[in-house]
């Protein structure tokens, strides 16, 4: 199982979702299927998570890539293209963001 540490190479990708309490559930089916589906399967990916707060307004996504290359690839996709197309319809925003992790304890 992988996991967080700083000094290594692994592109480290943290994404935010806002929706609804009522998109919520859709917005997390949607997000399993395309990890089990899609993104699992494509070149450089490690591993992912995904967290839902208590009042189900927010999932943050947390995955880990070989390169950042790899996962810059992925998202140009045709399919993930079609499928960030769909999650936006469930959401009110989201944001992917590439970090270097700085500090683990």
């Known amino acids: 199982m992988p996991t967080i540490a700083n000094n290594t190479d692994i592109q480290t990708v943290i ?3 806002e929706m609804t309490p009522g998109t919520c559930q859709d917005l997390m089916d949607a997000l399993n299927e395309a990890y089990a589906e899609f993104i699992s399967k494509q070149p450089g990916f490690i591993a992912a998570g995904l967290h839902v707060n ?6 943050a996504n ?4 070989r390169r950042r290359e ?17 999650l936006n319809a469930l959401c009110r ?3 992917p963001v590439m970090y270097d992790v700085a500090a683990t304890f």
């Open 54 to 59: 208590d009042a189900q307004t927010r999932i």
């Open 15 to 17: 994404t935010t979702f």
């Open 62 to 65: 947390y995955s880990q890539w």
């Open 70 to 86: 790899d996962f810059m690839a992925m998202l140009r996709t045709p399919e993930m293209r079609d499928r960030n197309r769909r």
């Open 93 to 95: 925003s989201f944001e």
